[in-house]
Antibody, heavy 118, light 110 residues
Framework: QLMESGGGVVQPGMSLRLSCEASGFSFSMHGMHWVRQAPGKGLEWLGVIAYGEDITYYADSMKARVTISRDNSKNTVYLQMTSLTDADTATYYC?????????????WGQGTPVTVSS | QSALTQPASVSGSPGQSITISCTGT?????????VSWYQQFPGKAPKLIIF???NRPSGVSDRFSGSKSDNTASLAISGLQAEDEADYYCSSYTTSSTYVFGTGTTVTVL
């Protein structure tokens, strides 16, 4: 099970930090992704962190503003995003990869909505 | 990393078969067999229905099947049912060690 938290209303220009707590599987053995979906739009992959906490890959469009980290002792993965604009309004999902790094997203959290608005 | 290209919508009558295409490049679909398909209902999280081009997770109906040729993957739904009405997304691993989704297809059961 994956449970995201930290969503809500954020002012333009501010930063956000989302958390995703995992349970029911060996968290430290899997890559963990963040994916977002703007209202009425498709899925957008943001990035992934490998099982070992020190390898990350990001979408080119997000590289400058996004940091993904994880704490395997807490079974938790984090997403930090800076300089938010209204284009960042979306539901943010964390998702598990079947592999230790990436290749196949096989399960998803329920998502946490983020609204960027003044 | 451009999104994989899918038709915006596909429709069919109950009992019919439909196919959704997913076109990428030699940097994603054409390079690996790490193609997955997801089903998403309104307001819900996506659900994996096909992985590694043509494999179904346990519990997914065998009416769903996947295939790939060169840079294009396809999802087929046979014996279309009202419960299949949803959005469908393809995805692929890429040569840049990233992940890319398709543009999404809305399936309508007439």
């Amino acid at each position: 099970q994956l449970m995201e938290s930290g969503g809500g209303v954020v002012q333009p220009g501010m930063s956000l930090r989302l958390s995703c707590e995992a349970s029911g599987f060996s968290f430290s053995m899997h890559g963990m992704h963040w994916v977002r979906q703007a209202p009425g739009k498709g899925l957008e992959w943001l990035g992934v962190i490998a099982y070992g906490e020190d390898i990350t890959y990001y979408a080119d469009s997000m590289k400058a503003r996004v940091t993904i980290s994880r704490d395997n002792s807490k079974n938790t993965v984090y997403l930090q995003m800076t300089s938010l604009t209204d284009a960042d309004t979306a539901t943010y999902y964390c998702a598990r990869d079947y592999f230790p790094v990436l290749g196949r997203i096989d399960s998803w959290g329920q998502g946490t909505p983020v609204t960027v608005s003044s | 990393q451009s999104a994989l290209t899918q038709p915006a919508s596909v429709s069919g009558s109950p009992g019919q078969s439909i196919t959704i295409s997913c076109t990428g490049t030699s940097s994603d679909i054409g390079s690996y067999n790490y193609v997955s398909w997801y089903q998403q209902f309104p307001g819900k999280a996506p659900k994996l229905i096909i992985f590694d081009v043509d494999n179904r997770p346990s519990g997914v109906s065998d009416r769903f099947s996947g295939s790939k040729s060169d840079n294009t993957a396809s999802l087929a739904i046979s014996g279309l049912q009202a419960e299949d009405e949803a959005d469908y997304y393809c995805s692929s691993y890429t040569t840049s060690s990233t992940y890319v989704f398709g543009t999404g297809t809305t399936v309508t059961v007439l």
